[in-house]
């Protein structure tokens, strides 16, 4: 059994849980997409075992796994596949949905089905890696599924079974499913339990893995009853604007002012104590296949950002550090944040002050700053995301009514051309081609700043060995599937 550090993350279903990492992870514990992407980046088959297209990449047909089957022992069949198309069609789910450019699914046999798109993309199956299916048997009568919580709502075709929740107390206790169609999973339970100081629970032997800090590294290091092990991850802050709260945000030399007033490798340094890797204007993390070097980097300089500010007409007219405006306002923006990126918000509102631009930090919990930010009730916020690959994050960045999620867009944003060349590289199947696309793409956001990643951060993880040593090197996530079973 491995016990982790529990945290109430909703109900783990498509449309039980919190959309955040840790219910996403918990709830595909349990449930089961078509495909997947492996740890090299590749298509790999889940519950499709095999997949053509058709020449003009608009027909997918799907082999379904025959040894599939859902954890009350039904079978899994194709019918579920059409079901779950249909279902979240009319109820959007939190998480786990299916991708916006399917236009029909239809059932061939028990074990085909044949997915339409409505244009070709060639990141079509990899976009189907999160789409969970869910069975037909049980949820067809469920008219109100964001609150459909019993233990039916649970059950999936995937490696562990949910025996118990509390949301009270934010535990989670998973067994693993004797029949799962993949290789047998290598742990038999996963508990989720209390856990407020999760430093001190571990050296009680309360929970078996933690997430650590530089600075409480030496704690570990050269003792044998311990392993760290590290990532480098595309886990990102980002500063992002919302130019319609703000109008001066939508002049494209303010935004560029901003980026260069702020220090990306004094906030790996002061706030992660070195273990992360200063953001790209470009979005991608230097290690991204598509990452373009030459983008545009905005090395930190406060005297490019005075200037730039100067040359939008904004002044210091009182000798107060403060600019201001021809009308004489002040220049101040509220920086929206959650607790737990303080800090950084804090570093950050001392470098625009040294370019003249006052910040007023509103701190709040992690919920609030993520509905309010959904909304867009901000001015400026800090925002951290990115599981796996952030090739979505600059992919995302589309003119505004063209994204596929508020939370991707810039607010206010607008560049046609950004559009033609999402669109082109969805549908370029030469590697070397999208390639120069995406490039191209870099060098257009990373000019026009409409978020800025501040950093990616680096993971230091610890645990004894000896209870269990089996953790995967393909994900810093100690909740993460990959770390319990091959499938």
């Not at 909703?10 to 918990?26: A, C, E, I, Q």
């Amino acid at each position: 059994m491995i016990r982790l550090a529990g945290g109430d993350w909703g109900y783990p279903t498509p449309y039980g849980l919190y959309p955040r990492g840790p219910g996403s992870r918990k709830m595909n514990l349990i449930f089961d997409s078509l495909v997947k992407t492996d740890s090299s980046g590749k298509i790999a088959p889940k519950l499709a075992s095999e997949w053509e297209s058709s020449e003009d990449g608009l027909t997918y047909t799907f082999k379904l796994n025959p040894k599939a089957k859902w954890h009350d022992g039904k079978p899994f069949t194709a019918e579920d596949v059409v079901f779950t198309y249909n279902y979240m069609k009319q109820y959007i789910p939190v998480s786990g949905g299916c991708p916006d450019s399917i236009k029909q699914v239809e059932k061939v046999d028990d074990q085909t089905v044949k997915i339409k798109i409505d244009e070709a993309n060639v990141d079509f199956l990899s976009n189907s890696s999160s789409w969970i299916i869910i069975p037909k048997h049980i949820w067809e009568s469920v008219t109100d599924p964001n609150n459909f919580t019993s233990a039916e709502a649970a059950v999936g075709t995937g490696p562990y079974k949910l025996v118990d929740y509390s949301k009270e107390h934010g535990t989670y206790h998973f067994v693993a499913n004797p029949d799962f169609w993949g290789s047998k999973p290598r742990v038999k339970e996963i508990k989720f339990v209390p856990a407020g100081e999760t430093i001190l629970a571990f050296e009680q032997n309360e929970i078996d893995r933690i997430s650590v800090t530089p600075d409480i590294l030496s704690r570990y290091e050269n003792n044998p009853e311990y392993k760290i092990l590290s990532y480098e991850t595309s886990w990102a802050y980002r500063l992002y604007f919302n130019m319609k709260a703000r109008p001066e945000l939508a002049e494209k030399s303010f935004r560029q002012a901003i980026a260069y007033a702020i220090d990306r490798q004094e906030l790996v340094d002061k706030i992660e104590r070195g273990a992360a890797v200063p953001g790209s204007p470009g979005v991608l993390h230097p290690n991204n296949e598509f990452y373009n070097s030459k983008a545009a980097q905005y090395t930190h300089n406060t005297n490019k950002a005075k200037e730039l500010m100067s040359n939008l007409g904004y002044k210091d007219a009182d000798a107060d550090g403060i600019l201001k405006n021809n009308k004489g306002e002040r220049l101040s923006f509220r920086l929206l944040c959650d607790d737990g990126s303080a800090r950084l918000a804090e570093v950050i509102k001392q470098h625009l002050a040294q370019a003249g631009i006052e910040v007023v930090i509103n701190s709040v919990d992690m919920k609030t700053r993520d509905a309010r930010f959904k909304d867009g009730d901000f001015e400026l916020c800090i925002n951290g995301s990115g599981n796996g690959e952030d090739l979505s994050e600059l992919t995302t960045i589309k003119s505004e009514g063209k994204a596929t999620s508020t939370t991707a867009q810039a607010i206010g944003y607008q560049n046609t051309e950004v559009d033609e060349l999402y669109i082109a590289q969805q549908k370029e199947k030469d590697p070397k081609k999208r390639k120069e696309i995406m490039f191209k793409l870099q060098q257009i956001v990373a000019d026009d700043v409409p978020k800025l990643t501040l950093y990616y951060k680096n993971s230091l993880n610890v645990h004894r060995p000896s209870v269990y040593d089996g953790w995967s090197l393909d994900t810093y996530h100690s909740d993460s599937r990959s770390n319990f079973v091959d499938d």
